[in-house]
């Protein structure tokens, strides 16, 4: 993994408040941040050669949801290790659980508790965590 000021993430969701918002706060953090507006963009844009260290993505999204979206990543990536953070808006027991058995790094609840997000995203660039 690259060091915090030049880690890429990858912020997929449907809401581009959501994505502007999550980009300044990252970038203002020292990330390299590319955006795209659902899974089909982000897996597209991963067929295209964008490396990226961490993806952060919804989970209700149109065409493709976030649990979708992570089996096909694992299709792409062949064990290339990008983390998976997802969020929710409509996160209980039962989707927390699917999407950790799914294989995301974390999830998170929206709103986000950023200071809690910027944390989790910091270990998700740790090589052995």
Partial sequence: MRPKQHARILLVDDDQAVRRSTRLILENEGYDCREAD??????????GGL?????VTDLHMPHINGLNFMKAL??????RGIRVILI???????????????????????PLDYPRFLKTLSSALEPDS
């Avoid at 659902?38 to 067929?47: I, K, R």
């Avoid at 694992?74 to 064990?79: A, C, D, I, L």
């Avoid at 929710?88 to 929206?110: H, M, P, T, W, Y």
């Fill in 51 to 55: 490396h990226v260290d961490v993806i």
């Fill in 38 to 47: 659902g899974g089909v963009e982000a897996l597209a844009l991963l067929d």
């Fill in 88 to 110: 929710s808006g409509n996160l209980n027991r039962e989707i927390e659980r699917q999407v950790l058995e799914s294989g995301a790094f974390a999830v998170f609840d929206k």
């Fill in 74 to 79: 694992s299709y792409r990536v062949n064990g």
